[in-house]
């Protein structure tokens, strides 16, 4: 018996033995395609590079760790000056963590230190959306809107404010546009800091692209430049979580350059390092690292490995790569074969509502009546039986449920490697089409 608190205590995992690109093994000799980049859209290069391997092997030769208020080191600087310089608006500094969760409780941190710095104390109200997802720790949680996520633990949770998430297939109205969707859904963000007030609101929070808890759900046109300008116009910290669409997973290294907008503090991880080495970093404005550099001089906030030398090694190797072997182009057109080949497969198929995503993160979400958009009932858990029959027909993918409100709703994330192949989407659609014929056999 395993001695692992596992995620499923009720079931036995199967033991992963190797993997090479978007294939891995385990140690039964059964062979998986990898559509999910190691579960979760983080084995960006896909498995076994050696380049990064290598880059680690060599750091570790050269000194493996010191903490950060004693020394710094040339690839953690090498790699935020990398960062910074392929960073959109006035991004100027880092912060390094251990993961997406640590690299959004940072940009939490620093939204605060900022108005503490500047003097404004009653700056303490933070709004996210309903259906998003932030990390696991219980301030990433207190400003998640993942209902399931959250229930465990809301009592030990801080006060946020949560608003409707920009969710074009299901909420924009007949006849509007996507642009005058996008516009009215800003709107209520508006009208959220005039309810608690101005002076009151420290911090918006949101993820450009929705993954894990919506299905890949992108910004309708015009919703970020309006967030942008209402946050601007009450002073509110705009920081945009790019854990799982950043680090070129949709075809633009920072996932907000397809949309124009910028935000004050952003927060990278997945496949910042690939899956190499655990790795998340949070990049700041210009006017966030003025503030505490002309205060107090001095950052109120830490963790034992941020900028852990191996670590940044490995993301410096991954970004080298990303941008040397030209990967961005291949998660454009891998990306559009992808959504191409879906849509032309299930055009008409009666349990498949929306198809959307950008670049190499594609959503499918699925429905008991594709005219009424009606979801199947939770009892049925489609998207488990949806995992279930995919592995069995050696296809990983990352189904979701409550993907509507919390409860309602399936979908799943598609998140190949940025390496893939033509005849490897090709496969993945044909696999998950197998896979899909035969749990609605079922139903």
Known sequence: ??????????????????????????????????????????????????????????????VSYFHTSFF????????????VAEAPGD?????FSCGGSEAVEAALKLARQYWVEKGELGRTEVISRHQSYHGGTLGTLAVGGNI?????????????????????????????TEEEYGIRAAAELEGKILE????????????PVVGATLGCVPAAKGYLKEVRRICDAYGVVLIFDEVMCGAGRTGTYFSCEYDGVFPD?????????GGFQAIGATLVSEKIADAIQSGTGLLKHGFTYMGHNASCAAALEVFRIIHQDDLLSNVRARGHQLKSELERNFADHPHVGDIRG?????????????????CFSPTLKVNGSLKKRAFANGLLIYPNGGTVDGSQGDHVVFSPAYTVSEEEISQIVKRFSRSLDQVFHYI
């Open 72 to 83: 710094t080191s040339d690839v953690a600087e090498e790699l935020a000056a990398s960062l």
């Open 358 to 374: 950008r670049g190499l993160f594609v959503g499918l979400e699925l429905v008991a009546d594709r005219k009424t958009k009606k």
């Open 265 to 273: 503090i952003m927060a990278i991880a997945k496949g910042l390092g």
């Open 91 to 95: 991004l100027s500094q880092v912060v």
């Open 196 to 207: 608690l007030g101005p002076e009151r609101v420290a911090m918006f929070i949101c993820e």
């Open 1 to 62: 018996m395993s001695k692992i608190l596992h995620r499923t205590l009720n079931s036995t995992l199967s033991v992963l033995s190797s993997g090479r690109g978007v294939w891995v093994t385990d140690n039964k000799g059964n062979s998986y395609l990898d559509a999910s980049a190691g579960g979760v859209a983080v084995t960006c290069l896909g498995h076994g590079n050696d380049r990064v391997i290598a880059a680690i092997a060599r750091q570790l030769n050269e």
């Open 148 to 176: 399931p996520r959250r229930e465990t633990y809301s009592p030990l949770l801080f006060s946020a404010h949560f608003i409707t998430p920009c969710y074009q297939y299901r909420l924009a109205e007949d006849g509007e």
